[in-house]
Structures are given as C-alpha cells and as structure tokens.
C-alpha cells in the first residue's frame, strides 16, 4: 500500500493568519491527491482533487499544489470555520490511503 | 444536493457480523458513481473498506477482503456494508462516500466528493 505522511499532525493558528500543510507519498503518485475537511459530528469535505483543483462551493483561500510524492495544502487567511482536521488521500492505486491528519487549531 | 446517511447499531458484541446502511438521496444509487465505506479508529486512522457499483462490482480493501461484503439496494437506494467476526480492533466511526465516475482517461472511484456523517460502532461484550 502507498503510505502518506503529513506534516505537522497538529498546528496552532490565529484567525488571518496563514498556515500550510504538508503531505508525502511512499511514491510517486503524479497528481492523484485529494484534501479533506473533517469536523466533528458532520460529513467530511472534500475540498481539493487533483492535488490542485478546487472543489466547488470551496472558498478560494484554500488552496493546493504539489506532484509526484510531494503536496501541500494551504489556507491563505484562516477563518473560524476553519478550524478543523485535514486529511490527505492518494487516489493512484488501491486501496486509496490516507495521512494520519493534521489538525488545525486556535 | 446528494446526501447519505449511515445507519445501524452503535454496540455489536465481538465475534458478530457488523451490518450498516447507507440512505442515498438528492442522487440515485444507479447513477454512475463507485458507493464507498471508510472508517476511522483511533489505532489506525483512516481506512478505506471498499465500494461496490450499481451493476454489484465490488473491489475490497485486502486487509479485510475476508470478511467484508457489501450490497446495493435499488429499490430502497441504498447500499449497505457487512463485517463478520468483529473484533475490538473493529471499533471505529463508519462512513459511507460516493466516490466519482471512471472515464477512458481517469478513473475517479476513490475520490470521495459526498460523505455521510457517520455511525460510530463500538465492539464490545
């Protein structure tokens, strides 16, 4: 299975700051990356495919980008809904595996 | 706007099978799209358990290919998920997921664009 690592597992932000998330894959996986959104009590978001594209409905002070095994996420200005645990998830082969989560608080 | 949501039992007894339901609406079951269930553990993070398609094909995630099983229901648009012989180790927040379409390009089946909410589902005696 391709194993995916994300850095920082935890990381303290203030509202309009800027904060970004890193990923690794154990291989290379081009431009087969998705980012979630998971918040307690409600269904998870995707909010990034293709390692770059935005979902739509997601405000566009999210943003990605990264290819082959190295991949970031990043929030321009951090607002309160955003405070949240992100994941990663390679969608190059199966099973599809994702990070361990990072997770973004005040 | 498509919706899914979970529903079985919160407390199953070890050695049971695990059944769960995933409701579908704002979309059909027939459309186009790979039915997905994911879990999360607290052990072992995010889990992708498998899918299956409108047509009944499956792909299972081959660490539980033994004891995983899933359905569609058509008339009840629905897709449902079985786990036999539950462990402690089984413990964990379920969700359902619609995964994308497959072209002759790309194949989007483990993209998850619509999530349920999940059912959290404790093993134990």
């Known amino acids: 299975d391709i194993q995916m690592t994300q850095s920082p597992s935890s990381l303290s932000a203030s509202l309009g700051d800027r904060v970004t998330i890193a990923c690794r894959a154990s291989q290379s996986i081009y431009n087969y990356l998705n980012w979630y959104q998971f918040k307690a009590g409600q269904a998870p978001k995707l909010l990034i495919y293709d390692a770059s594209s935005l979902q739509s409905g997601v405000p566009s002070r999210f943003s990605a980008r990264g290819s082959g095994t190295d991949f970031t996420l990043t929030i321009s200005s951090v607002q309160p809904e955003d405070f949240a645990t992100y994941f990663c998830q390679q969608s190059y082969n199966m099973p599809p595996t994702f990070g361990q989560g990072s997770k973004l608080e005040i | 706007q498509v919706q899914l949501q979970e529903s079985g039992p919160g407390l199953v007894k070890p050695s049971v099978t695990l059944s769960l339901t995933c409701d579908v609406s704002g979309g059909s079951i027939n459309d186009t799209n790979w039915w997905n269930w994911v879990r999360q553990s607290p052990g072992k993070g995010l889990e992708w358990l498998g899918q299956i398609y409108r047509t009944g094909s499956t792909n299972y995630n081959p660490s539980l290919k033994s004891r995983v099983a899933m359905s569609v229901d058509k008339s009840k648009n629905a897709f449902s998920l079985k786990l036999n012989s539950v462990t402690a180790a089984d413990t964990a927040v379920y969700y359902c997921?619609?995964?994308?379409?497959?072209?002759?390009?790309?194949?989007?089946?483990?993209?998850?664009?619509?999530w349920g909410q999940g059912n959290l589902v404790t093993v134990s005696s």
């Open positions: 997921a619609r995964g994308g379409y497959c072209s002759s390009t790309r194949c989007r089946d483990t993209e998850f664009d619509y």
